[in-house]
T-cell receptor, first 112, second 111 residues
Framework: EAGVAQSPRYKIIEKRQSVAFWCNPI?????LYWYQQILGQGPKLLIQ????????DSQLPKDRFSAERLKGVDSTLKIQPAKLEDSAVYLC??????????FGPGTRLTVL | GENVEQHPSTLSVQEGDSAVIKCTYS??????FPWYKQELGKRPQLIID?????GEKKDQRIAVTLNKTAKHFSLHITETQPEDSAVYFC??????????FGAGTTVTVRA
């Protein structure tokens, strides 16, 4: 079974620039999550999708972050404009339900 | 929302000894408690989980215990090996699939 795929793996941008991350979940997984993991901390949920609908985006900074999951499969997370404090690893995870989540390799974002 | 606290933040053990990591949660409705292992630069991987209708679960050298009354759960690793060195995260969810993670414990196994 193929795992969760993410790209790019690394991204370096300057503050106020824009950036987008892509995630392809495990086939058949209806639920998709985006997490932000700041160095030395646990993952923090940004947004949760069920198929192509948003279930929870209460911790997404909506003034600069946006996410979509068209057709209920792939998802993109965008930051516009980026701030220094957005430097983190952005993890995508997917699940079939019953709680278990499988994580992708993450995208390490550095904002200079 | 759920708040998960994890202790200790770092743990150094001699190879062959046991390691114990403890977590507390705030939402009494939480019913699923997974543990993830994250090696340096890699993705978190589920190593064991427990549901609220079970008090203890074991998988080879790894075990998890849950005390619903006290709202805490623990990870036990016995006969530690160098490959057990990693960051371990506990998490909890009240069943809506939204995991709240602890801050992590960096475990170092000394040869």
């Amino acid at each position: 079974e193929a795992g969760v795929a993410q790209s790019p793996r690394y991204k370096i941008i300057e503050k106020r620039q824009s950036v987008a991350f892509w995630c392809n979940p495990i086939s058949g997984h209806a639920t998709l999550y985006w997490y932000q993991q700041i160095l030395g901390q646990g993952p923090k949920l940004l947004i949760q999708f069920q198929n192509n609908g948003v279930v929870d985006d209460s911790q997404l900074p909506k003034d600069r972050f946006s996410a979509e999951r068209l057709k209920g499969v792939d998802s993109t997370l965008k930051i516009q404009p980026a701030k220094l404090e957005d430097s983190a690893v952005y993890l995508c995870a997917s699940g079939k339900g019953v709680n278990e989540q499988f994580f992708g390799p993450g995208t390490r974002l550095t904002v200079l | 929302g759920e708040n998960v606290e994890q202790h200790p933040s770092t743990l150094s053990v001699q190879e062959g000894d046991s390691a114990v990591i403890k977590c507390t949660y705030s939402d009494s409705a939480s019913n699923y408690f997974p543990w993830y292992k994250q090696e340096l630069g890699k993705r978190p991987q589920l190593i064991i989980d427990i549901r609220s209708n079970v008090g203890e679960k074991k998988d080879q050298r790894i075990a998890v215990t849950l005390n619903k009354t006290a709202k805490h759960f623990s990870l036990h690793i016995t006969e530690t090996q160098p490959e057990d060195s990693a960051v371990y995260f506990c998490a909890a969810t009240p069943g809506d699939y939204k995991l709240s993670f602890g801050a992590g414990t960096t475990v170092t196994v000394r040869a």
